[in-house]
């Protein structure tokens, strides 16, 4: 076991640093302000080859790994960021890279993939319905065989970026649940085109991670065309838990990133500020053991991922420590951040501070993309074998 990096992972993460203190914490106060969608550092992202870190060389990647994607949103993140860069990671290289590249047809590697690496096209993930978010397994969204394709019907809620993307991963039932003997038969994925009749979408209004928006998508007799599955037809669930497996690495590396950027912003804060006398308040203990118990467990969280990555990589069984880390990292994030923004006093609620902005965007991961319950629920049944309770 070898925890020491590689010349070129730490060039990558020079290299990241630099592009996520150029897009800093102004850049990301006004696009929050106004709502806007990090495009322009998106497209800077992709220039410098790392949304297609973890693809295949031959379709325009680094040939690297997961390890070295986690580092670099890692650097980008802590950079001014916070955790709402690392949603870009999971739409584009994950449900768009990873399920392409493992599950796609060769057309789809060929022609979508390089787009994708290149910034040209933008990807989200339809799998949340009103009545299937924890238990994905309900999902209704139903594609009909019509003997060219398919014809979709069906609602999904909270939907990332959609008006960003060119591509959506779509998992909807092919066979109705009443009519499998196991429920997680009769799951499939599909990649379509946003733009497409039958597809309409609706923004939400939300609490934070204000530059990438969630909507409602609606299918009204959606064409879907037959090269536009991913994977195997009806046998998608155990493909698609294998993509979103990945989704919780680049979760995780954000929330690292996003905890290193508010405890340094505290803690500049807290080196400054006097209030009793001559001692800056970064001196009392108070102040100080809260954050350093933030960095200790998000140092862990970050090391949990790394393995993660590295299992993930070798192509062994990762789940376990990829939801681990997320957990630890989520909870971390919570309370690491809200004690950088008690240690600014009344200025942590400025939004001049941008401490505000990392504490509502990094609440989202909390419950999504998987929640806390149900990571406790994984490991209580898969890692501890007790029984299952629901
Ligand atoms: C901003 C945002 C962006 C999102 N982006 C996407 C996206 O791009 N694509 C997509 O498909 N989805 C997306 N989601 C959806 C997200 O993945 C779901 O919100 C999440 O999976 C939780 O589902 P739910 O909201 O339906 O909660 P529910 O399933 O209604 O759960 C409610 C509560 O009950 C708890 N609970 C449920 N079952 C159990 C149990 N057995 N034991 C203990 N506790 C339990 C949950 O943990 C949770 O706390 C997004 C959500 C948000 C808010």
Redesign the pocket.
């Known amino acids: 076991m070898d925890f020491r990096l590689s010349e070129e992972q730490e060039l990558m993460i020079e290299t990241a640093t630099r592009i996520g203190e150029q897009y800093g914490v102004d850049y990301w106060r006004k696009l929050d302000e106004a709502g806007d969608y990090p495009s322009e550092m998106w497209q800077a992202i992709c220039d410098a080859g790392f949304c297609g870190v973890a693809l295949a060389e031959e379709h325009g990647g680094a040939g690297l790994g997961m390890l070295e994607m986690a580092l670099i949103v890692e650097a980008l993140c802590k950079g001014g960021a916070g955790s709402t860069l690392s ?1 870009l990671f ?2 584009n290289p994950i ?1 768009g890279g990873v399920s392409i590249s493992k599950y796609g047809s060769d057309e789809m590697r060929r022609t979508v993939l390089p787009k994708i690496i290149s910034g040209e096209i933008g990807c ?13 397994l309900e999902v209704r969204t139903f594609a009909e065989a019509d003997g060219n394709g398919w014809r979709l019907n069906g609602q ?7 008006p960003q993307a060119e591509k959506m991963l779509v ?1 909807a039932r092919t066979k109705k649940k009443e009519d499998t003997v196991r429920k997680t038969d009769g799951i499939t994925m599909f990649l379509i085109d946003v733009a497409r009749e039958g597809v309409s979408h609706q923004a ?1 209004d ?4 204000r530059c ?1 928006p ?1 909507s409602n998508v609606f299918f009204d007799n959606t064409p879907v065309h037959g090269d536009e599955l991913v994977g195997t037809l009806h046998g998608g669930w155990k493909e698609l838990l294998d993509v979103l497996n990945t989704e919780r690495i680049v979760t995780t590396a954000g929330l690292v990133g996003a905890v290193h950027l508010a405890l340094g912003l505290a803690v500049d804060y807290a080196n400054q500020r006097k209030i009793f006398g001559e001692r800056a308040i970064s001196s009392y203990q108070g102040l100080q053991f809260p954050l350093a118990q933030a960095h200790a467990e998000i140092e862990c969280a970050s090391a949990m991922n790394h393995k993660a990555a590295v299992l993930f990589d070798a192509g062994e069984e990762f789940g376990g420590q990829a939801n681990m880390a997320k957990l630890i990292a989520a909870q971390a994030a919570a309370e690491g951040i809200e004690r950088a923004m008690q240690t600014m006093g009344g200025m942590g609620y400025a939004k001049e501070m941008h401490v505000e902005r990392l504490w509502r965007d990094a609440r ?1 991961f ?9 990571i ?2 994984y490991i209580s049944i898969h890692e501890l074998g007790m029984a299952r ?2």
């Open positions: 949603q999971m739409l449900f989200c993930m339809a799998l949340t319905e009103p009545d299937a978010g924890t238990n994905s999904k809620i909270w939907i990332s970026a959609v998992i939400i939300k609490v934070g991670t990438v969630a989202l909390r419950f999504a993309p998987i929640s806390e319950e149900m406790l629920n309770g629901y």
